[in-house]
């Protein structure tokens, strides 16, 4: 094999490692961290349709990264809540430890709103005449938030 | 069979009975149905230990709710305490009785258990409060000091207590349900 081939091995070698490996980190951080999902029909013609799932690791990248951009916002959500904050955040983090079941269940004529807990997710479903919104979130999450906001 | 051997066994099954009960507590849901006309529906469900940490959270302010209502007279929780001790030390019977034309009250202690029953008929309303607390629960949430109420304690007591209706409000167009008992789902 020449020089220039072996070279060329190399570099293919090096890409497809680093195919594989960014592909496995990914596939890593979603089985670790959950992913989180939005979806979004609305019914009207012409209406959105969304369907995004977010690997939960860059939700909690930017929690973490929040801090060195927030111009007080987290600040201001723990002066809203008061003395409420410890039993928000206490509630907040005991939804991951929570059994599977629907947790809050509104009907109001044709809408609903639930907020379940499937698994290690918190799913808040929203269905109306307008269409349907779904979004999922690691139960994980909420205890993130919950001690953020400690 | 050797005095060892039945006492390891009656130990053992004690030890399962404890294990058990303390399952069952762990597994316990408090529920919160609003019914509110034809197509208006809240229902909460959210397990009982996950309460019972929670409440040990609820902020002083909202724990010393201060005055309690009762026929158009304030009463403070101080006071409430007071008449609380008096009453449990009685036997059962029936304390309170408001007979007016448009409301009706009912208070009464019928062994471990409040009974209290109301009935509001002010400006064409119909609306019945039916409570059925037990009551360690009624001592445990005025097991503080001052004004204050304590709801851990209270929430605490109603995990031991185990399944049973709480409160049950129906209005004209409205019911308010709260129980516990061991299913996720409201029934």
Redesign the interface.
């Known amino acids: 094999m020449s020089k220039g081939a072996k070279i060329l091995v190399v570099i293919a070698v090096l890409v497809t490692v680093m195919f594989v490996g960014t592909g496995l980190l990914i596939a890593g951080s979603i089985v670790h961290s959950g992913v989180v999902t939005v979806k979004i029909n609305e019914t009207r013609p012409n209406g959105t349709t969304l369907y995004l799932p977010v690997p939960a690791a860059l939700v909690y990248l930017g929690m973490d990264l929040l801090p060195l951009v927030d111009d007080g916002g987290l600040d201001e959500l723990r002066a809203d809540l008061g003395e409420w904050r410890p039993f928000v955040a206490a509630t907040l983090e005991d939804l991951e430890d929570c059994p599977d079941a629907v947790l809050v269940d509104v009907r109001d004529g044709d809408e609903t709103v639930r907020i379940v807990k499937q698994g290690l997710d918190i799913e808040i479903r929203i269905h109306g005449a307008d269409g349907n919104f779904e979004i999922s979130l690691p139960a994980r999450l909420f205890s993130r938030v919950a001690r953020a906001m400690a | 069979m050797s005095t060892k051997k039945i006492l390891a066994i009656t130990l053992l099954a004690a030890g399962l009975t404890v294990a058990r009960a303390s399952a069952a507590k762990d597994n316990l849901?408090i529920h919160i149905h609003v019914q509110d006309g034809k197509?208006?529906?809240?229902?909460?469900?959210?397990?009982l230990s996950?309460l019972e940490?929670?409440s040990?959270?609820?902020?002083?302010?909202?724990r010393s709710s201060g005055r309690i209502r009762f026929d158009d007279e304030d009463i403070t929780v101080a006071e409430l305490r007071e008449v609380w001790k008096e009453l449990q030390r009685q036997p059962d019977a029936t304390y309170i009785t408001v007979d007016e034309v448009d409301s009706k009250v009912r208070v009464a202690k019928v062994g471990s258990y409040l009974h209290v029953r109301a009935r509001d008929m002010k400006h064409g309303r119909n609306e019945n409060v039916e409570m059925k607390i037990p009551v360690s629960v009624v001592s445990a949430l005025l097991s503080g000091t001052g004004d204050e109420l304590d709801v851990a304690a209270a929430v605490r007591e109603i995990a031991r207590q185990g399944e049973g209706e709480l409160v049950t409000v129906t209005g004209d167009n409205e019911t308010v349900r709260i129980w516990v008992d061991s299913s996720?789902?409201?029934r």
């Open positions: 849901w197509d208006g529906k809240v229902s909460i469900n959210l397990p996950m940490k929670s040990a959270f609820i902020p002083g302010e909202a996720s789902e409201s």
